[in-house]
């Protein structure tokens, strides 16, 4: 890589720095293996304590990993690029991320309406943020088929636990494997603000 195509991936990360951060995912990752595990249980009140309690983790993780990169790299402050991919996540990303999620638990529906937002979102989080690492293409891809195994295995809940798992997984290594390249690419710094 030449010093300019350096550069050029470092402003490009410094740009979308926060979609970078990829450990921030993995708690959404251990919450769909969560589901995956109590998928059977039938909305017993075990069901339900499981539930809470993996979505009170999922939270906890998320915000505890967020300031654990802000200690570790600093924050940087690009408000004008993060407000309009900020929106666009919050307005539109995540309500169906959130909607999908409720359709698949709550319907025996023959595509996981889960597994395919989420690899339209890959896919377009890796195109709007710098593009780069390749391992959103295939993770998507995986997702992709994984939302098909309930059609495919019939009223079979273990294909639904089954796509559940593949996609807890996958969302653990995109969030290993986007910090691994991060932390490649930068190195933890002093201070609290960096400036784009």
């Known amino acids: 890589m030449s010093e300019k195509e350096r550069l050029e991936q470092i402003q490009t990360i410094t740009r979308y720095f926060v979609y970078w951060q990829g450990l921030k995912i993995v708690p959404a990752g251990v919450f769909l293996l969560i589901l995956a595990f109590i998928y059977d249980f039938d909305g017993s009140a075990l069901w339900w304590a499981i539930y809470a309690g ?24 690009n408000p004008g ?6 929106r666009r996540t919050y307005l539109i990303f995540i309500p169906v991320i959130v909607g999908s999620v409720v359709m698949d638990l709550t319907f025996q529906l023959p595509v996981s309406l889960y597994a395919l937002a989420l690899a339209a979102g ?9 593009g780069g690492r390749p391992h ?41 494997l986007d910090h691994l390249e991060l932390t490649r690419i930068f190195k933890p710094v002093s201070g609290d603000e960096v400036g784009s």
């Open 54 to 77: 993996g979505f009170v983790l999922f939270a906890a993780g998320t915000l505890s990993v967020s300031r654990w990169y802000r200690r570790l790299f600093g924050v940087v402050s």
């Open 122 to 130: 890959l896919l377009w989080s890796r195109q709007v943020t710098g």
């Open 81 to 86: 690029v993060n407000q309009s991919l900020d």
């Open 136 to 176: 959103y293409v295939w993770i998507a891809g995986l997702m992709i088929a994984a939302a098909f195994l309930p059609g495919v295995m019939g009223d079979d809940s273990s294909a639904i636990q089954f796509a559940l798992a593949v996609m807890g997984a996958g969302s653990i290594a995109i969030g290993i």
